[in-house]
């Protein structure tokens, strides 16, 4: 009897586990986020898709200063869209470059937006301010933009050219903006001065403890 009454409470548990697994969400293929920051919703359901010479995913977003920029409005022009966030290691010393080559090619036509979907909108504005970096700050604070762009990672670097496609995805920084000075030059986009900051910058070598 009582085996009998052990083997049903094993039935009974086994269905159980079968109807709870049956209404548990299904999740597509996690990915690394690169540190706390997008919800697990927005992380799950990043494509991994190379946009290069498709069009660019169109958005209209509103700045720091609650002014809507849409991408629509800048067709015709070649934009910069920087990905970056304050947790993101790299992202305080690239953005000081990043803000450099917008100031010295705006008046050669360029648009730089950058786009960012933290809460908090103070610690942003003072990361952006402290880089020197005073392009508009777009706030993506639902990530539908970031999950567009497939910036699961920053920082994050796309170049949109003058019809409106992606002509460029730089991904990561490695002590240099060499890869986005060239992007731009292919559109056409100069300035005097920019020279050094195509080459990349020397990085010491540090000896491996217990070697000559």
Known sequence: MATRWFLLLILVALVAARIVAARAPRRVAMQPTNGAGPSARAAEQFR?????????PGFTLSDLTGKPHSLAGYHGRVVMLVFWATWCKTCPTELPHLGTLARALAPEGLVTLSINWEPDAEAVARMAREGRFDAPVLRDRDQHVRHDYDAWSVPRVVIVDRDGKVARVIRGYEGSVAPVVKALED?????????????????????PAGTQ
Do not use: I, S
Not at 48 to 56: I, R, S, Y
């Open 187 to 207: 559109q056409g986009l100069k300035a005097a001065g920019l020279e050094a900051m195509a080459h990349p910058v020397p990085v010491e070598k540090v000896r």
């Open 48 to 56: 991994f898709v190379d946009l290069t010479g498709q069009p660019a």
